[in-house]
């Protein structure tokens, strides 16, 4: 539910791998409430984008494409107040004997080092926000669950939970904050082509409120956090997923 002029109006907003799944939502969240949302991703946007949207292609792990996305943007819009670094890689399950170097160095490139590059870019613009600047990965479950079979991707995740921390600790003397969100097992295009509603269900059965999360509830966390209440939430790992992982 949106309020009256939306509730974070006046900010300009990067959300990375928007083009469809839990990034669309949360574009389309932001936009409805106010913000100029910059949707980066190396494919076109699944749906049309709406008022306040605007799409730019890059490729997050390479770092000229995103300093230059991230200084069109900021030159176009005024500067950029928040982050939202979604872009990432799924994954199906196989042993960890199978798991190559090469495979290893991707799933970090994509989950780990893009939210580093991305935020390298945009640190000189969140340092001049009126707002404070934001700053929100989203991660993923499986780094406390340690699913078997997921080897690279979940270590890729667990990179990025560390990642977090420390540019929270870096970040924090300019007043900037950096947190992490964790969706439920969401159903969207790039999850249910490793996972059957079967698996989702059984997942949903083992939470406290049996109802499936969807994306458009996973990007209410995302927009809490760059809200004025969460100025002072930082370094914070933070679960949507109706009681499922309690901890």
Do not use: W
């Amino acid at each position: 539910m949106t309020s009256a002029g939306g509730q974070l109006p006046g900010r300009v907003v990067i959300v990375t791998g928007a083009a469809g799944g839990l990034g669309r939502a949360i574009a389309q969240r932001f936009a409805d409430e106010g913000s100029t949302v910059a949707v980066l991703d190396i494919k076109k946007p699944e749906s049309p984008l709406g008022e306040g949207e605007h799409f730019f292609p890059c490729d997050v792990t390479v770092k000229p494409e995103v300093d230059r996305a991230v200084q069109e943007i900021a030159a176009r819009f005024g500067g950029v107040d928040v982050v939202v670094n979604n872009a990432g890689l799924l994954s199906g399950r196989g042993s960890f004997q199978d798991v190559t170097p090469e495979e290893m160095h991707r799933y970090f490139a994509v989950n780990a080092v893009a939210p580093l590059i991305v935020t390298q870019a945009v640190h000189p613009h969140l340092l001049d926000s009126a707002f404070r600047g934001r700053v929100i990965n989203v991660a993923s479950r499986t780094f406390f669950t340690g699913n078997a079979g997921q080897a690279a991707y979940i270590a890729s995740k667990g990179a990025l939970l560390g990642l977090t921390r420390v540019l929270a600790n870096e970040l924090g003397e300019d007043r900037i904050t950096v947190n992490a969100i964790v969706p439920a097992q969401v159903a969207t295009p790039g999850t249910t082509a490793h996972s059957g509603r079967d698996v989702f269900s059984s997942t949903m059965s083992r939470q406290a409120i049996r109802e499936f999360v969807t994306p458009e509830a996973f990007a209410g966390l995302a927009l809490f956090l760059a809200s004025a209440d969460a100025a002072l939430i930082t370094g914070q790992t933070m679960i949507c997923d109706g009681g499922g992982l309690m901890r």
